[in-house]
């Protein structure tokens, strides 16, 4: 499908800087693509779901992946900002490098402070560039390798708040709670699943009491999140693979809720993808460990999910296309352009939206 089906006019207001608080006073769009919108908040949730429902969510922890290091090239430095976005190893990461034209295969990178002692090595941290592909990508490997590496990153790193923020805002304490769900726990994304931004400990009590059960899945989110769609048809666009699980356990609970009739509620496009990509065609969900790319657009048969919580997402970008192929394209551009004009917020830290599928 052309690109550009999927545009559409957002004032720079409608961003939102900071989440609503408490998390599950943000505002919900209800989309039901045969019955119109309704404009709920958060915490009406229990209410919008049935008894034996089954929610579903990432609980990926984001890691501090922005680095900013020195390259060493002989006699020769130059700053690059790295993002990390996909581990391969004990001690390889894959990322973007910016600007990309300072790095060749070889290139030794240093992160840290020069100043400080070496009585601590982990206030250092070198890198060498073994692969460079396009955009950006570049492949590293580093000079500590497993939970030595992590430390290492958790010290030297900062928090990667999408570019629609961090271009307008600095990176303060505050977000370093904002910018977790309250249930995350495996770390190893670069980005968070803001769906789940919106719960609290409250709103999963109140669930409980409606008879609507969760269970977790992990997918580590990618920076290719956020990278554009440059290209102008879909089927020319290259997803950036992320490492999802979902566990034999998960697996049969979710397969068990199906056959008493609950359905499947993905909190966030995250653990939709990974469900879609455990699903076998029959609608069975399987156990699933590995990488997954899957590009959802318009006319992909859903096999595994019936209603998708997420939030407002950037035009032109591989997540309109995947709630636009949920609930339709012109029922998402109309309930997009409601959200504008009623002052729905946008993004990471923006309102949410309950999609019932077409």
């Known amino acids: 499908m052309r690109v550009d089906l999927f545009d559409f006019d957002l004032p720079e207001d409608s961003i939102a800087l ?31 779901l ?7 969510l990432n609980n990926t922890k984001v890691i501090p992946s922005r680095l900013y290091g020195l390259r060493v090239r002989g006699d020769t430095a130059a700053r690059v900002e790295i993002m990390l976005h996909k581990r391969e190893g004990g001690d390889r990461w894959r990322a973007f490098a910016r600007p990309a034209k300072k790095l060749n295969v070889g290139d030794r990178i240093r992160f ?3 100043s400080e002692s070496t009585a601590c090595e982990l206030v250092r941290l070198d890198a060498e560039v073994v692969e460079k592909g396009e955009g950006g990508d570049v492949g590293l490997r580093f000079s500590f390798a497993g939970a030595f590496l992590d430390e290492a990153i958790a010290r030297l790193g900062e928090l990667p708040l999408p570019p629609y923020i ?14 977790q769900t309250v249930y995350a726990r495996d770390e190893g ?12 400990e409250d709103l999963f009590r109140r669930l409980d009491e409606r008879g609507i059960a969760r269970h977790f899945v992990t997918l580590h989110v990618g920076a290719g999140t956020f990278l554009p769609v440059k290209a102008d048809d879909t089927d020319e666009h290259r997803m950036h693979a992320e490492w999802g699980s979902v566990s034999a356990e998960t697996a049969r609970a979710l397969n068990e809720a199906r056959a008493r009739g609950g359905r499947i509620v993905a909190v966030g496009t995250t653990s939709l993808r990974l469900l879609e990509s455990a699903a076998q065609d029959d609608g069975t969900i399987a156990p699933f460990s590995g990488d997954t790319a899957i590009f959802i657009t318009p006319g992909y048969r859903f096999k595994a999910v019936d209603v998708l919580m997420t939030n407002f997402h950037l035009p032109r970008s591989t997540l309109f296309m995947l709630v636009s192929a949920f609930a339709g394209l012109e029922c998402m551009k109309t309930a997009y352009a409601h959200a504008i004009e009623t002052g729905y917020r946008f993004y990471s830290y923006g309102d949410g939206s309950l999609l019932y599928r077409r």
């Open 166 to 179: 961090a271009g307008k805002r600095p990176t303060d304490d505050k977000d370093l709670s904002d910018y």
């Open 189 to 200: 994304a670069v980005a968070a699943p803001t769906a789940g931004l919106h719960f609290t």
């Open 18 to 48: 900071r989440p609503a608080e408490p998390r599950d006073a943000a505002r919900m769009l209800v989309v039901r693509p045969e019955a119109g919108f309704e404009d709920r908040i958060v915490r009406d949730l229990p209410d919008l």
């Open 112 to 114: 840290g402070d020069e």
């Open 50 to 56: 049935q008894p034996g429902d089954v929610l579903v």
